[in-house]
């Protein structure tokens, strides 16, 4: 686990690779296309609800889909990656 601070807030965040899942990805995509760079903050609230309603796979998916919409608005590639 990593600490994320995009939100003004510390979380956890799993260290694993962003998962594959289209899902996640659409829904991240989505929330950019609705309130566009304000996503993955939106994406950290759905993941306090449902930390708070003790629903952990809801708080886990709303972290990959936080992670996969910082993802997705980031402007340069990170050090290290791969480049196609």
């Known amino acids: ?19 594959a899942t289209p899902e996640i990805w659409r829904q991240a995509r989505s929330l950019i296309v609705q309130y566009g760079a304000d996503a993955p903050t939106r994406a950290a609230r759905q993941a306090d609800a449902h930390k708070d309603a003790g629903d952990k796979r809801g708080f886990r998916n709303w972290l990959w889909v936080m992670q996969a919409a910082t993802e997705l608005l980031r402007d340069a590639p990170r050090p290290g990656d791969a480049v196609h």
């Open 1 to 19: 686990m990593r600490t994320d601070r995009s939100s003004g807030t510390h979380r956890a965040v799993p260290s694993s690779p962003l998962i």
